[in-house]
């Protein structure tokens, strides 16, 4: 196979008797063939750091081998928000950084293409006087042009602003050329955040997008003339992901970000086949549980995000990066499984999380396994979680943990563990609360004492500690990361780690959540003998925002209509499904206060999906409308939420993030649950099942998730639409006690 057809990652193993020859026609394929030989041999590094490195001991290779490999993707990247704490005070040597860099390594990560992401604000900064005596350099908002900032944008139309940039993106990709030769393009992507030039020059170029990438075009040009065969990269991005109308340079690298930050009113497949038929090369950001907003609590579905792996190969995206967080234990599942895609070349299908848990724990994973695969689905955080993890842990301390090697790698999960408890008992607490500041206190130092554990990004989670707290605030004083050093913070030994455990135990029963899926046609629930069922006089009216999904039903032909609010800056895309899945009405909404009228006919059940505006709007349901939401996000209190407890189920268990507190109501109104603001398990008494019970006061950015009752909810009692098998008698839940 000639070697020209191929990448420079590409590489030949092939046996010669006793022997495996590992061929590369480039040293960056030369290390992929390497770790591709040591990962047949047995060689793994499920985690960075030593402990857990798995390096069997061969008397001699005893492999035949002669296959042809190459990664999928030419880049393979993630980063940690905030990094990894190294060169700091908590980490002067590097060490932690240096971990995560062989482990990236070893697992196949990198590539030999690099992109970068914002890069405004390190102009802002470098040009920061001249951009301060030229106004016009700097964008206009409403007729102003705006003070300098590290954030803000260039006027797209000024030609001094893009003379200047342009030398400065040669004289920066000169010199990474200097350093290495292979450097593939230079970032042009604007400093983070909106506040584009609206002046009346930059408007004639068009939206947004246009603007964004005619500056893109004009430094490409520079580029090219000055660097042939180098690229710009770039984002699509926020205000600036949807496609441009003109046409791209044939040097513009596009990264599209379709997952968060999409404004474009079209899905994430959508948005990435867009630009997929814009440009000749193209590359995919992603948001993987960053610290800032996980916290390093498990968070990654993995099922899903190793799907999306597998449609951009598919789709021929041959770059993407990963914005997640330097934490072992919440990412580092996902990313084992990831690097696992990789090469697939003369590899046996295997269950990816089985073989991560067996390297990790040994002996031990029959009793771990259950946990990692719980928080690769969905964690909720909860006493009942926590109870299964101090269980886990004691059974496998008890019976497992034989060897030094599996016990210290037990321990270093226990820590983890017992961070998530320190972690929600201080989420739970009000900011008034009496021992809120000591508790927060004992988080913070928990996080440090872990730090060297590399299963938490301990100094990004701190700063964000501290900083919740407020500058003023006695910890922020005690604590300042500045002067702060490894070996000013108490070890944590063997012993207080296991009677950690143990403490876990006792406080946290292990009670299994039960579970339950429903299916069928959309329906209306019996009445059940519940009081009343007068229908409102007047239609319902929901503030809604993020993806929203629904199911409505007319008793006679008439319409709903969807509204956005007065500072919308998004557009809203709205589509209707018959039944059978057919696409019936498409709208897109654009401009604040736009509205859309949905015609429904009577008798017939439609599927509503709202793609992310990124915007709130209102719905206005009318009488004789049935609705189940299942998934949306309420940026306001809600007065109620009605769902359905389906025959026989013993418990109501779902998970409600409000930001503020909630409540869960009966079929009769009384309070079976107050102050929610995370997971409710309640018991349900024979006489409240087979009814429609209510959450009031939900509010959050965070959907709602239901666990053991449907996944439908509706703005009035009598208004709500269950899935059909939601109607039958529910099994008994599994209820399993501390062991």
């Known amino acids: 196979m000639a070697w020209s057809s191929r990448g420079p990652e590409a590489f030949h193993l092939v046996s010669k008797g006793d022997e495996v020859e590992i061929v590369a026609s480039d040293p960056r394929g030369l290390v992929i063939g390497i770790y591709d030989l040591l990962d047949r041999l047995g060689a793994r590094w499920p985690l960075p750091g030593e402990q857990f490195e798995v390096l069997p001991t061969r008397p001699r290779i005893g492999v035949w081998v002669d296959v042809w490999g190459e990664p999928r993707f030419r880049m393979r990247e993630f980063f940690g928000t905030g990094g990894a704490g190294s060169g700091t005070p908590l980490d002067k040597r590097g060490d932690f950084s240096r971990a995560w860099t062989d482990y990236m390594r070893r697992n196949r990560w990198g590539g030999p293409d690099h992109i970068r992401g914002h890069t405004g604000e390190a102009f802002a900064d470098a040009h920061r006087a001249a951009l301060e005596a030229h106004p016009d350099w700097r964008a206009e908002l409403k007729g102003q042009r705006v003070p300098w900032s590290r954030s803000l944008k260039l006027c797209a139309s000024s030609t001094g602003a893009l003379e200047a940039f342009q ?18 393009a230079i970032s042009v992507e604007p400093a983070d955040g909106g506040g584009h030039c609206d002046c009346a ?7 947004v997008s246009d603007r964004v990438f005619t500056m893109a075009n004009q430094v490409a040009r520079h580029i090219n003339a000055t660097h042939p065969g180098r690229w710009v990269s770039l984002l699509a991005y926020n205000e600036h992901a949807e496609v441009p109308s003109i046409s791209l340079e044939p040097n513009v690298f596009v990264m599209v970000v379709p997952y968060g930050f999409n404004r474009t009113g079209l899905d994430p497949d959508e948005l990435i086949a867009a630009w997929k038929s814009k440009v000749r090369r193209l590359g995919v950001y992603d948001y993987w549980a960053i610290p800032d907003w996980a916290h390093d609590v498990p968070s990654i579905a993995v099922g899903p ?18 914005e997640s967080s330097f934490s072992g234990a919440a990412t580092g599942p996902a990313l084992w499984q990831a690097s696992r895609r990789f090469l697939s070349a003369g590899r046996p299908s295997v269950d990816d999380l089985h073989e991560w848990v067996t390297l990790v724990f040994g002996t031990c994973s029959q009793e771990i396994e259950p946990l990692f695969k719980e928080w690769g689905e969905v964690y909720i955080p909860s006493s009942a979680g926590l109870g299964r993890a101090y269980s886990a842990l004691g059974q496998a301390l008890d019976g497992c943990g034989r060897s030094s090697v599996e016990r210290s790698r037990l321990l270093w999960l226990a820590r983890y563990v017992e961070y998530l408890r320190l972690r929600f008992e201080v989420d739970a607490l009000a900011k008034a609360a009496p021992d809120r500041a000591e508790r927060t206190r004992e988080l913070a130092r928990w996080l440090l004492a872990i730090a060297p554990d590399l299963s938490v990004a301990s100094y990004r989670l701190v700063q964000l500690l501290l900083k919740s707290e407020g500058a003023d605030a006695p910890l922020a004083k005690e604590l300042d990361l500045a002067r702060l050093s490894r070996s000013s913070l108490p070890g944590i030994s063997e012993q207080e780690s296991i009677d950690r455990v143990r403490t876990g135990q006792r406080r946290y029963a292990a009670v299994d959540l039960p579970k339950a899926s429903f299916r069928g046609r959309w329906v209306h629930p019996p009445a059940s003998g519940q009081a009343t069922r007068e229908r409102s006089a007047t239609a319902r009216v929901m503030l809604l925002g993020g993806m929203t999904d629904l199911n409505v039903r007319a008793q006679t032909s008439t319409s709903i209509s ?7 800056s998004a557009p809203l895309r709205v589509l209707v499904y018959d039944e ?9 909404i654009e401009g604040p206060g736009a509205s859309a009228e949905l015609e429904l006919r009577a008798d017939h059940t439609y599927r509503i999906k709202v793609v992310d505006p990124k915007n709130s709007f209102r719905l206005r349901v009318p009488v004789g409308v049935a609705v189940g ?24 268990v779902m998970d409600v993030p409000s930001l503020v507190p909630s409540r869960v109501l009966d079929s009769n ?8 603001r995370g997971l409710v398990d309640v018991p349900v008494p024979e006489s409240q099942s087979g009814k429609v019970w209510c959450v009031s006061g939900y509010k959050s950015w965070a959907p709602i998730r239901a666990i053991s009752v449907p996944q439908a909810f509706a703005l009035g009692r009598d208004d709500l639409l269950v899935p059909e098998e939601a109607l039958k008698v529910a099994k008994s839940p599994i209820r399993r006690g501390s062991r």
Do not use: H, K
């Open 669 to 676: 109104g009384a309070v079976v649950l107050d102050n929610v």
């Open 201 to 207: 020059r930059c408007r004639a170029l068009g939206g």
């Open 562 to 568: 969807i509204a956005l609010g007065a500072y919308a």
């Open 580 to 588: 059978a899945g057919r696409l019936q009405i498409e709208r897109r």
């Open 629 to 652: 939401l299942t998934q949306f996000v309420s940026p306001a209190p809600t007065d109620a939420l009605y769902f359905w407890v389906p025959p026989g189920t013993r418990r109501v």
């Open 305 to 322: 995000m190793l799907e999306r792996l597998d449609s951009w190969a598919a789709r021929g995206i041959e770059a993407f990066l990963i």
């Open 167 to 184: 030398r400065d993106r040669a004289d920066s990709l000169g010199r990474q050329l200097l350093v290495d030769p292979t450097t593939f």
